[in-house]
């Protein structure tokens, strides 16, 4: 079943370019990722079957995964689970399967964790125009889609609506504070390393990921807060995945995401036919498949598994 916007009997908390968010009461929120697709920071008209399932999937596989080294926002991305817990949405679950997340409510911190193992998207282009990232400098000679040892730490400002604006570390501690901000950073790191050696082993090369953080009432302390992972985790859309086995720096890389969309809309606008504003051009039916292809195709690749959409893997 097809998702384009979700109308539940829950209070609307948010709704971003993909996720629909609900409050389920003052501690838990519902996260529903919708088959929307944006690019280039534009909504598309049409959906992508299967890609809210795969996005909330693939999250809820990489937080048990990580659950040793990083406490996570989900309480369960079972949907047959999840109406028991919320009985409200009884009549709502066969539209819901696999696409809904409850998790724990948090205060979320401004910040895009951004992490860069590999020289690529909007730092190659600003590398290339100025030798810099965020402004500060790199080591000179880098060729597009170089491994970065170690791996740069990037934080952004999240916007609401355009662009994330990359800022610098002291521009973070300046927004958060030092503590929170050093925190940040090293749960980012570590979570990007475990998640680089997973994907390896699966000839998946992690080239950068985003990622966001919350704080939340530690379950072990009343009154005590802890900074915990939220949101989507190591996604096709926070993430950029190459497959290792052409991997070949000096120039882009195929990668697992919504590239035919991509390239399809970078056509259109070369063409003539699109100036990159809303509203976008119809998508055909091929590239639509296309897309689809590559969400499943990177989910059974991490997981070893098909989608599941009732989130029993």
Not at 84 to 110: I, S
Not at 115 to 123: D, I, K, M, N
Not at 156 to 175: P, Q
Not at 184 to 212: M, N, V, W
């Amino acid at each position: 079943m097809l998702m384009q916007e979700s109308a539940l009997p829950l209070t609307p908390f948010r709704r971003g370019k993909v996720r629909d968010v609900y409050e389920v009461d003052a501690d838990r929120l519902l996260l529903v990722a919708t088959d929307r697709v944006s690019a280039f920071d534009v909504v598309m008209g049409e959906t992508i079957p299967h890609k809210g399932a795969v996005l909330t999937q693939i999250t809820a596989w990489w937080l048990r995964q990580l659950e040793d080294k990083v406490d996570h926002h989900m309480l369960s991305a079972n949907t047959s689970e999840i109406v028991r817990e919320v009985p409200q949405l009884r009549d709502h679950e066969e539209e819901l399967q696999g696409r809904a997340m409850l998790a724990r409510r948090t205060t979320v911190f401004p910040i895009e964790c951004v992490v860069r193992g590999y020289l690529s998207g909007s730092a190659w282009k600003e590398y290339r125009e100025r030798g810099t990232l965020a402004g500060e400098a790199l080591r000179k000679g880098l060729r597009e889609s170089d491994r970065l040892d170690p791996p740069i730490f990037s934080p952004a400002t999240k916007a609401e609506e355009g662009h994330d604006e990359n800022i610098t570390i002291d521009r973070m501690r300046s927004l958060i504070g030092d503590s929170p901000a050093a925190e940040l950073e090293r749960l980012s790191r570590q979570i990007y390393e475990a998640g680089r050696t997973i994907a390896a082993a699966r000839g998946i090369i992690i080239a950068d990921t985003k990622f966001e953080f919350g704080r939340a009432k530690s379950t072990a302390g009343e009154g005590v807060e802890k900074v915990i992972l939220v949101d989507e985790v190591l996604t096709p859309d926070s993430s950029r995945f190459w497959p290792a086995d052409s991997y070949e720096p000096g120039h882009g890389q195929p990668s697992f995401d919504k590239q035919p969309l991509r390239d399809y809309l970078d056509a259109e606008k070369r063409a003539g036919r699109w100036d990159g504003n809303y509203p976008p051009p119809r998508l055909p039916k091929d590239v639509i498949e296309a897309t689809s292809k590559r969400y499943l195709d990177i989910y059974r690749r991490l997981t070893g598994h098909s989608l599941d959409p009732n989130g029993t893997h």
